[in-house]
């Protein structure tokens, strides 16, 4: 072998060995994302319970973040009025983490098999993987979670506005209103929102992922990053995640929040789509500041959960 040949080989063997660090047996990334995934959610859902209540009141005068903290801890006290309807969401956190891990890594695994065979054939060195297709990878991932997400946030949020609406006094289960769902509106009904949520999924796991690696890359390559320590440096990187999803797609969520819980406000039975629900809050009292109730106590939710999720899996994957 001369030494073009060696050169061409040791940069092949660079690219691979630059992905064959996060590949990981399928079962233990399954169940590293799982993990990440409910440690995520028991953090981040008393705010979420917040968020969607604020994004779906139907309250003419504007109510404030602490109004609603308050109402809900008076009128319901704090597991039932915060953690209204963990259970399915913990399961579906669980389920979808370890798919939006799996399916990025499925992606990141497909590019880097993709441009190595363009290496070998074109003797055209790469680095590592471009940045564009970690945020593909990403995009990819999120559309394969979106079928999952959209049934179990589909009955997380009414659960978490039905009781606003009774004032603390419903017996509604997930059981009930998965039944109630399926009778009115059939097995089709489960998925009322996909659209909205398969947008924010697509594009905001793209950047979430984007940004994620984003940062994780400076770190990597700065000669002298300003924070030194690899713990802080993967939770500072999962929180910046979480932070630019949900400021890039919180409209999105906002009006994916009303779709699947008109049907608690509505009981007309008439369904209206993601554009007729966007003009109706740009054009109530608030304008387009009704595209974004409940997002200041969603970026006190997401650093702690996101940082977490991502450091979680990462510390897994790192010992076991």
């Given at each position: 072998m001369d030494i073009s040949q060696t050169t061409i080989h040791n940069e092949q063997q660079h690219i691979a060995s630059d992905t064959q660090r996060e590949q990981i047996h399928p079962i233990k990334e399954i169940t590293f994302g799982a993990i990440s995934g409910m440690i995520g959610k028991l953090v981040e859902f008393p705010f979420d319970t917040i968020k969607v209540r604020l994004q779906s009141s139907n309250s003419v005068l504007p109510i404030s973040t602490f109004q609603m903290i308050s109402s809900t801890y008076k009128n319901e006290g704090f597991f039932n009025g915060f953690y209204k309807g963990l259970k399915a969401p913990l399961y579906g956190a669980c389920l979808e983490t370890a798919i939006l891990f799996s399916s990025y890594n499925l992606a990141s695994t497909f590019f880097v098999n993709t441009l190595n065979d363009y290496d070998k054939s074109s003797r055209h060195h790469v680095d590592s993987l471009p940045f564009w297709t970690k945020c593909a990878s990403g995009g990819f991932a999120g559309f394969a979670a979106s079928f999952i997400l959209t049934p179990v946030?589909?009955?997380?949020c009414q659960l978490q506005v039905v009781n606003l609406v009774s004032e603390g006094k419903s017996t509604a289960s997930y059981?009930?209103?998965?039944?109630?769902?399926?009778?009115?509106?059939?097995?089709?009904?489960?998925?009322?929102?996909?659209?909205?949520?398969?947008?924010?999924?697509?594009?905001?796991?793209?950047?979430?992922?984007?940004?994620?690696?984003?940062?994780?890359?400076?770190?990597?390559?700065?000669?002298?990053?300003?924070?030194?320590?690899?713990?802080?440096?993967?939770?500072?990187?999962?929180?910046?995640?979480?932070?630019?999803?949900?400021?890039?797609?919180?409209?999105?969520?906002?009006?994916?929040?009303?779709?699947?819980?008109?049907?608690?406000?509505?009981?007309?039975?008439?369904?209206?789509?993601?554009?007729?629900?966007?003009?109706?809050?740009i054009s109530k009292n608030g304008g387009v500041k009704n595209l974004y109730k409940g997002l200041g106590i969603t970026m006190v939710r997401c650093i702690p959960a996101n940082a977490l999720i991502f450091y979680s899996y990462e510390v897994l994957k790192r010992n076991f």
């Open positions: 946030e589909l009955i997380k059981s009930s209103l998965i039944k109630s769902t399926l009778r009115n509106e059939g097995v089709t009904g489960l998925w009322n929102g996909l659209s909205s949520t398969m947008t924010r999924e697509v594009i905001g796991t793209s950047i979430w992922f984007g940004t994620y690696e984003y940062i994780n890359d400076y770190y990597k390559t700065a000669k002298d990053p300003w924070i030194k320590n690899h713990d802080i440096q993967l939770l500072l990187s999962g929180a910046m995640a979480g932070v630019t999803f949900n400021l890039s797609m919180f409209p999105v969520d906002t009006v994916k929040s009303n779709i699947q819980t008109q049907g608690i406000y509505n009981k007309q039975g008439i369904n209206a789509g993601f554009w007729s629900i966007f003009k109706s809050l």
